[in-house]
C-alpha cells in the first residue's frame, strides 16, 4: 500500500550536512507518522527522529538532537531530514518507515517494531 524511496545519502566530511528525502507512495489515504531510523555496520537499528501526519509533533534520539531536523511537505507526503554538524559516528544506513494511524495523533513511537513500511534505505558515509 505504501512504497517510501529515499535519496540524499553520500559521503561528507566531519562538521558538513546532508539533506536525505522520502518520497512515499499511497494507494490508500491514511494519517502517516513518518520517522528515520539509522542502522551502522554490526550495530543493531537505532531510532534517529520522527514526525506527526500534521507536522506539528516531532521527536528525536538525544545522539542526533540539535543536530538533526525533521520536516514533511503534506502535499506529497515526502519527509526530510536535514543533518548538520555530522559525525563519524552518524555513519549508517538510513531508512524511511511509516506508521499507520487511524486518525490523526501526536504520539509518536521510536520503535521499529511500530512501524508498518520501510524504504530500501540510503547510506550515509562521515569521514573524519
Known amino acids: 500500500q505504501v512504497r517510501l524511496v529515499e535519496s540524499g545519502g553520500g559521503l561528507v566530511q566531519a562538521g558538513g550536512s546532508l539533506r536525505l528525502s522520502c518520497a512515499a507512495s499511497v494507494r490508500t489515504f491514511s494519517y502517516y507518522n513518518m520517522a528515520w531510523f539509522r542502522q551502522a555496520p554490526g550495530k543493531e537499528r537505532e531510532f534517529a527522529a520522527a514526525?506527526?501526519?500534521?507536522?506539528?509533533?516531532?521527536a528525536y534520539a538525544d545522539s542526533v538532537k540539535g543536530r538533526f531536523t525533521i520536516s514533511r511537505e503534506q502535499t506529497k507526503i515526502t519527509v526530510y531530514l536535514q543533518m548538520n554538524n555530522l559525525k563519524p559516528e552518524d555513519t549508517a544506513v538510513y531508512s524511511c518507515?511509516?506508521?499507520?494511524?487511524?486518525?490523526?495523533?501526536?504520539?509518536?513511537?521510536?520503535?521499529?517494531?511500530?512501524?508498518?513500511?520501510w524504504g530500501q534505505g540510503t547510506q550515509v558515509t562521515v569521514s573524519s
Open positions: 514526525i506527526s501526519w500534521s507536522g506539528g509533533s516531532t
Open positions: 518507515a511509516a506508521r499507520n494511524e487511524v486518525r490523526p495523533t501526536a504520539y509518536l513511537s521510536s520503535r521499529g517494531d511500530d512501524y508498518d513500511y
